[in-house]
């Protein structure tokens, strides 16, 4: 109780009511309440430990300096801290050096059995073993404790290693290690502990949504092997009627290749079973040396991994592993402690989940959760909404230009290459700011092909999206070469009902230059802004806005522009033309044909696939949405439960200038949807 009293490096808070200004520090040990008192440290286990020796009758009641004081069944008794040898992940242990109150000095260590019991000469080592492996079958995590007693002499050589090694200017990080293994050697074992770790809510319920989704999921864990087996079974990452195979203990590079080479025997044999695979620290370091290969093959044909005893660099190796594999994967690391911060940063996407084990995942990540229960929705509903729109949104701008400039360069061909513009200067400039912006803005803010509640229920909607399906080549080509063809319309569908000698005036006058670019541009505006429209599946009042609203604006604009001489432009090539476009019928005619024929080809290849191939995504669009509280596509901008998070009152701010919510009723109305 003593050792876990004082092998730590927990801190001490006090109520400002308790404390008495300018007393001594250690005077709340004598007559305080003890429930004044409250422990912090970057490990639960260790704050834990502290707790539990404090109700026992050992409490740790504050640190001054390089003194610490506990309270043994009511007598103090102060211990001056001398030596602190810091945990470290190789190591797997910690320990600190004390004076006692008879002046002696005392070593006391924490860690892991496998660094403690090794180095143990004296006390119960084999029922210490036996305790471990018990509490780690219970899914437990477990530290083992013991203690060294110095002589004077012992002492002063340890004194002189730790200073010699602490200020050396080279190399201090091996002289250390070697000192520290000098220092923690014929130890005298007091005992075992076990700190019981619960699970979050719903933690089995996500792990089997992400594997719905086609997610698979590998655990990575610094626990025992016993413990971290418990604790994938109760949270349903390996099943039990999965087939668990093992790799642990290789101590040679030719038996761990054997041990491989059977397991992938064995899962040849058993193909219809699913199987579960579970490496130490020691056998990963040993496959990934000369074996990488056939670890990987064995790796592929198991439903889920779990290594144990990682250290924090061998979880990023594994990440790492992954991201190089010829199958070239999207990886995404998940962790709540300082060990994990390796691993996020080198994952293609980190999460880091805000619990107690500090917030230096959380600082490392890219995306921050309160709970691992939020992943499922952050993936599957976030993460579905997002790729579909960013997706949307690269290809359509690739799109929507292409459109843009190809007629200009088909020009060049019946202008002799003088250069001369197809487009007025100020329609070169609004296109991309003013006339096609909002709708593609709004869609990649806004738009859910599928129900939220939907997309939740039914994880592997999340497959129709899995390996970049969107964001492919052969789609990127689609968007690309339907730019092209569109392009070809407006050009030469204007050039043909433009011809050689054709008037489209009642008074006989010809159509210039000028009006023939804005014919082509007019098409052009109306075209894309509509194809968006076609690919819009959540409509609310502000996608008809900007949708309708671009193409009235461009009509208004090019009236205003070309129906008044402005005296601030020098040159005015557009005065009259536009008016004078719109005057025509047989252009209006043209106009609409050119439109239809861009976009019924799309219309029929929509309603062809749509009921001949149906993806998963579209077969769910026609689900009725749950009769519950509807995730509004201001909440979709959040990552919380419910929408409470920093942007619900924006959201709510929002709804109501929307009017999709009422000041009064929280529940927002489901939107019109265009399956």
Not at 295 to 316: D, G, T, W
Not at 347 to 364: F, P, S, Y
Not at 461 to 480: C, V
């Amino acid at each position: 109780l003593q050792a876990v009293s004082l092998c730590h490096t927990v801190q001490i808070s006090y109520d400002q009511a308790d404390c008495l200004v300018g007393g001594d520090p250690f005077s709340h040990a004598n007559g305080f309440s003890s429930s004044s008192m409250e422990y912090y440290a970057s490990s639960p286990d260790e704050k834990a430990l502290v707790e539990a020796a404090k109700r026992i009758g050992v409490a740790f009641t504050g640190r001054n300096g390089e003194t610490m004081e506990i309270k043994t069944f009511g007598k103090c008794e102060k211990y001056k801290l001398l030596h602190v040898l810091e945990f470290d992940p190789n190591r797997r242990r910690m320990s600190v050096i004390l004076q006692t109150p008879s002046g002696g000095k005392l070593l006391f260590t924490k860690g892991a059995e496998s660094a403690i019991l090794p180095f143990s000469s004296s006390g119960e080592i084999e029922k210490t073993r036996l305790h471990v492996d018990e509490f780690a079958l219970k899914g437990m995590r477990t530290l083992v404790v013991a203690c060294r007693h110095f002589s004077p002499e012992e002492y002063i050589d340890v004194d002189k290693r730790l200073t010699a090694a602490r200020t050396a200017l080279q190399q201090r990080e091996e002289r250390l290690q070697e000192a520290f293994s000098h220092i923690e050697r014929d130890l005298q074992l007091l005992g075992a502990t076990a700190v019981e770790d619960k699970l979050q809510d719903k933690v089995q319920e996500t792990i089997e949504a992400l594997r719905l989704a086609g997610i698979k999921v590998w655990v990575l864990t610094g626990d025992k092997h016993e413990t971290a087996v418990s604790v994938s079974l109760s949270c349903g990452h390996f099943h039990r009627t999965m087939n668990i195979l093992e790799l642990l203990q290789q101590r040679s590079d030719n038996e761990c290749a054997e041990q491989l080479r059977r397991l992938a025997r064995r899962i040849k044999e058993d193909h219809v079973i699913q199987h579960g695979l579970v490496v130490d620290g020691a056998s990963l370091s040993l496959a990934l040396r000369e074996h990488e290969k056939l670890f990987m093959e064995v790796c592929k044909n198991c439903s889920a991994v779990l290594c144990c005893r990682m250290a924090p660099l061998q979880k990023a190796k594994v990440v790492r592993l992954l991201k190089t594999s010829p199958e070239k994967p999207i990886t995404l690391a998940v962790g709540d402690g300082a060990n994990d911060v390796s691993m996020i940063q080198e994952a293609h996407v980190g999460i880091g989940i805000m619990g107690k084990e500090g917030r230096q995942a959380v600082r490392n990540s890219d995306y921050a959760i309160a709970r691992f229960k939020f992943l499922a929705k952050l993936l599957l509903v976030h993460g579905h909404f997002y790729y579909i729109r960013i997706a949307t949104l690269v290809q359509y701008f690739f799109y929507k230009n292409v459109c843009f400039i190809t007629p200009q360069f088909l020009y060049q061909f019946f202008c002799l290459f003088s250069q001369q513009t197809l487009y007025d200067s100020v329609y070169l400039t609004l296109y991309n700011i003013c006339f096609t912006s909002l709708p593609i803005l709004v869609y990649s803010l806004f738009e859910q092909l599928v129900h939220p509640h939907v997309l939740q229920s039914k994880p592997g909607l999340y497959r129709d999206i899995s390996r970049n399906s969107l964001l492919s080549f052969r789609t990127f080509l689609y968007w690309t070469l339907l730019g092209f063809c569109h392009a070809f319309v407006f050009f030469f569908g204007s050039y043909i009902l433009m011809g050689e000698d054709t008037t489209l005036m009642g008074n006989g006058q010809m159509f210039g230059n000028w009006t023939f670019g804005t014919l082509v541009f007019t098409v052009m505006v109306v075209t894309v802004t509509l194809k968006l429209a076609l690919e819009t599946h959540f409509w609310t009042w502000m996608n008809h806005f900007v949708t309708w609203g671009s193409i009235a604006f461009y009509f208004i604009f090019s009236l205003f522009y070309g129906g008044i001489i402005w005296p601030f432009l020098h040159t005015q090539d557009m005065y009259f033309v536009f008016v004078q476009l719109l005057s025509s019928g047989s252009a209006w005619f043209a106009i609409i044909i050119m439109v239809i024929t861009c976009l019924f080809p799309d219309v029929v290849k929509k309603v062809i696939y749509r009921h001949m191939l149906p993806t998963s995504t579209q077969k769910s669009q026609s689900l009725p949405a749950p009769q519950t509280q509807a995730l509004s596509c201001m909440e979709s901008l959040c990552c919380y439960q419910h929408g409470q998070s920093g942007c619900s009152r924006l959201a709510g701010l929002l709804e109501q200038m929307s009017g999709r919510c009422t000041a009064s009723v929280n529940n927002c109305h489901a939107s019109s949807r265009n399956n």
